[in-house]
C-alpha cells in the first residue's frame, strides 16, 4: 500500500477511534457487525445456561401461592432475580469498599437503562428488553458498557453503518472503582460531569445524601431522560443541563468532584470550586495510545491541585475536548525505520504518559489488509503528521511525513528516554494543575516530564 492509499483509509476511522473511549471499539457495521451478530447468537445460547433465578423460580412456584395476585407474585421474583444478579455483579467485580457495595445494591442499574441499547464487549450487540428481556437483564447486571447514544444522538442506534459512542452507562467495575477513589463520605457536597443515564448520580445520592449532589450533563436529551431515571428511582440530586467544563460556581464549594467523561485539559474552574483538601477524580485521556488512566487531584489551600494516576479507565472524551478530525496535506517526505512501530503502539501505559507528556502528540492506530497502521499528529497544527505502516515479516518500515516537524524521532526518542529512566509504570506519574496550565511529572511534582 503506497502512504496516500493508507493515509485516505486511516483518516476518518483513526481519528474516530481516537475519541472512541470504550476498549477501542470504534464502531458497529461491516465486520464488527458480524462479530455482534455472532455475539447476540452466542448471548442468546448463555441464557439457557444463565437464566435468571427469577425465571426458574417462577416455573416451582406451589399451589398454595397461587392465591396471591400475579403481579404481585412476579415482581417478588423479579426482585429476588435483580438482588441475585447485583451480588454475581459485586462478586465479579471484587474489590469494592462496603458503602459502595450497599449503593450497587440500593440502586439497580437495570432502572436506568433504556429499552434499545447497545453493549459494548469486543463488538458491539444490541440489546432490546422487550424482544429478548434475558439477554437485556444479562448485558445489563454484566461487567459491561451500555452505549447509549450515537454520534450525539444524530445516529439510531440500530443503525447498521454505526458511529462514535457519545453517552453509554459505564462499565460497573470503572464506576465502583471511581466512587472508591472518591473517598466519599456522608455530607460530602459532590460535583458530577457526565449525568449520562443517571445511575453515578443516585450511586452518589445514595453515598453522601442527594441534597450535596450536583450532576452536569451537556447533552439536554440525555438530561431530560437522565431526570426521569432518577425521579422513577426516588433520587433527587441537583441537575444542570450545560457544559460541564464550567462546574457550578453557585454550587460550589465541593468537597468532590467526580468526572465521567475523558479529559485531555483539567479546566480550572474544577480546582477553584473544590476546597481545600477536597478532590477531583477524572479518567485522563491524552490521544496517545493506552495512555488512559484515572487520576486523582487534591486541591491545596495554594490553589493548584496534584495528585497521581491510579487504574486503567477509558471514558468518551468531553464534548469541546473530543479530537478534530482535519489532517491537512502539506510539503512530505518517506523514511524508513528499523523501530517496530508495535514498540511505541503496545507500550506499557507508564511510556505512553511519558510520550505522550514529553511530545504533546496524538497516536492512535488502525488495521487495513494486515497491516497496522499508527498515525501521529500534532494537535496545534493540522499539517504535522505522520504514517508509520507496519508489515508483518519486514525488516524495516515506511514512515510517511507530513510537514517539518520529525514526530515519529521525537517520539521513539521520548519512548527511549522513558528506558533510561527504568521503564517506571503508570502509578509513579502525577499531574499537577495551576491557573496557568497543567504538566505531568515522574514521582514528586518536583521532577516534570518535559
Ligand atoms: C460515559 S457517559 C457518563 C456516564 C454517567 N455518569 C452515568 O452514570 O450514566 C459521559 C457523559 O458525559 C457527557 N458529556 C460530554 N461532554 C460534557 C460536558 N462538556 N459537560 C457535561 N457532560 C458532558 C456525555 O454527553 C455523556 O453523557
Redesign the pocket.
Known amino acids: 500500500m503506497t502512504a496516500e492509499a493508507a493515509w485516505a483509509f486511516l483518516l476518518p476511522d483513526s481519528l474516530r477511534s481516537l475519541t472512541v473511549t470504550l476498549g477501542d471499539h470504534p464502531k458497529r457495521g461491516g465486520q464488527d457487525e458480524r462479530h455482534a451478530r455472532r455475539a447476540r447468537r452466542q448471548a442468546k445460547g448463555r441464557q439457557a445456561a444463565s437464566e435468571p433465578a427469577s425465571r426458574r423460580k417462577s416455573r416451582h412456584y406451589g399451589p398454595q401461592r397461587q392465591a396471591r395476585g400475579r403481579s404481585e407474585r412476579r415482581e417478588e421474583v423479579v426482585d429476588k432475580g435483580i438482588a441475585a444478579r447485583i451480588e454475581r455483579l459485586i462478586d465479579g467485580i471484587g474489590d469494592i469498599s462496603a458503602p459502595v457495595k450497599r449503593a450497587l445494591r440500593a440502586v439497580p442499574r437495570h432502572q436506568?437503562i433504556p429499552p434499545v441499547a447497545l453493549v459494548a464487549d469486543d463488538t458491539t450487540a444490541i440489546i432490546d428488553r422487550e424482544a429478548d428481556p434475558a439477554a437485556w437483564f444479562d448485558a445489563v447486571y454484566s461487567r459491561l458498557p451500555i452505549v447509549t447514544q450515537l454520534d450525539d444522538g444524530a445516529t439510531d442506534l440500530r443503525d447498521e453503518a454505526g458511529g462514535l459512542y457519545?453517552?453509554?452507562?459505564?462499565a460497573p467495575g470503572t464506576v465502583t472503582d471511581f466512587l472508591d477513589l472518591l473517598d466519599l463520605s456522608p455530607g460530602h457536597r459532590v460535583l458530577?460531569?457526565?449525568?449520562?443515564?443517571?445511575?453515578?448520580?443516585a450511586l452518589l445520592s445514595h453515598l453522601v445524601g442527594a441534597q450535596h449532589v450536583t450532576s452536569?450533563?451537556?447533552?439536554a436529551a440525555?438530561a431530560e431522560q437522565a431526570a426521569k431515571n432518577l425521579s422513577d428511582a426516588g433520587s433527587h440530586p441537583h441537575l444542570i443541563t450545560g457544559?460541564?467544563?464550567e462546574g457550578s460556581p453557585e454550587r460550589a464549594p465541593f468537597d468532590r468532584v467526580h468526572v465521567?467523561?475523558g479529559i485531555r485539559t483539567v479546566p480550572y474552574a474544577w480546582v477553584e470550586q473544590t476546597r481545600p483538601g477536597g478532590r477531583i477524580v477524572l479518567p485522563y485521556d491524552p490521544g496517545f495510545a493506552t495512555g488512559h488512566a484515572a487520576l486523582r487531584l487534591t486541591v491545596k489551600p495554594d490553589g493548584t491541585a496534584s495528585g497521581k494516576f491510579a487504574e486503567y479507565a477509558a471514558?468518551?472524551m468531553?464534548?469541546?475536548q473530543r479530537i478534530a478530525a482535519n489532517a491537512e496535506r502539506g510539503p512530505d517526505r518517506e523514511a524508513r525505520t528499523r523501530i517496530d512501530p508495535r514498540t511505541i503502539t503496545e507500550a506499557p501505559s507508564g511510556a505512553a504518559l511519558a510520550m505522550s507528556a514529553l511530545t504533546g502528540l496524538y497516536l492512535s492506530t488502525g488495521r487495513q489488509d494486515g497491516r497496522l497502521l499508527t498515525w501521529l499528529s500534532d494537535p496545534a497544527v493540522p499539517a504535522q503528521w505522520t504514517l508509520i505502516t507496519h508489515v508483518p515479516g519486514a525488516d524495516d518500515f515506511e514512515v510517511y511525513q507530513v510537514g517539518d516537524r520529525p514526530l515519529w524521532d521525537e517520539v521513539t526518542d521520548a519512548y527511549f528516554r522513558w528506558v533510561d529512566w527504568g521503564e517506571p509504570g503508570r502509578h509513579r506519574f502525577g499531574m499537577t494543575v495551576t491557573p496557568g496550565g497543567q504538566r505531568v511529572w515522574l514521582d514528586t511534582p518536583q521532577q516534570a516530564v518535559e
Open positions: 436506568f457519545t453517552s453509554s452507562n459505564s458530577e460531569i457526565g449525568t449520562g443515564t443517571g445511575w453515578t448520580a452536569i450533563e451537556v447533552d440525555l457544559d460541564g467544563a465521567t467523561c471514558y468518551m468531553m464534548r469541546s
